[in-house]
């Protein structure tokens, strides 16, 4: 497990089946006790999530409004691209979430497929990077701009190995090895399931009131 804290924001980038969600799970997320996933397609469903019927920032935004009045949890972006896109200004909450969680103690992870879509600011602003394979000369250009050092091996990077980018430095990091990886015990579940069922009423009173 890699340790990180509570208010981090933290960027993760490859391509498809890389192995994000792999470090997503098992590397990142037992990190924190309080987290909440917005998971548009469904790869998070053993932790509090919600699935968003759009594409729009603003269904993210009503989230990211919760997740910051509720104080000491981390929200986990799923495909980041299509709801805190580049040459797009963050929404308000969003922003505070970025800029200013360590106040009180929320942060999130952006998970994208498409670096150089991603909004800059979330970019710019992560204590931590995250990077799989990346091919694209487009997401180089834009991965340069960023990162101390030439990324273009990044194209050739085996599968599962990844670059952790921190405090200015890089390290290339071996396939995040889990041997005890199992599913959440039914107990646990049971109780992410009623923390679940909270947040969607919460949710759906934010919505009604928006």
Known sequence: MIKLESWHCVTVTGGKGQGKTFLEKYGLLPNYKNLFCFDPNGEFLEY????????????????????????????????????LP??????????????????????MIADTRRIAELNK??????????????????????????IPQDVKPLAKLPLHHFWHYTGGEVTECLPLKVPNAKPIP????????????????????SVATS
Not at 89 to 106: A, D, E, Q
């Open 121 to 146: 600011t979330v970019f710019g602003l992560s204590e931590h990077v995250f990077l799989f394979r990346v091919w694209s000369p487009t997401d180089h250009q834009y991965l340069a701009k960023f």
């Open 86 to 107: 580049v040459n797009k200004p963050l929404t308000p909450n969003v922003f505070k979430i970025i800029s200013r969680g360590r106040h009180r103690n929320v942060g």
């Open 48 to 83: 509090p999530s919600y699935q968003p019927e759009t594409d729009s920032p603003k269904e993210l935004e009503k989230i990211a409004k919760i997740i910051w009045n509720r104080w000491n949890c981390m929200l986990l972006v799923s495909e980041a691209e299509l709801y």
């Open 186 to 205: 039914k107990n646990k579940r049971k109780d992410l399931e009623q923390e679940n069922l909270q947040f969607d009423k919460e949710t759906e009173e």
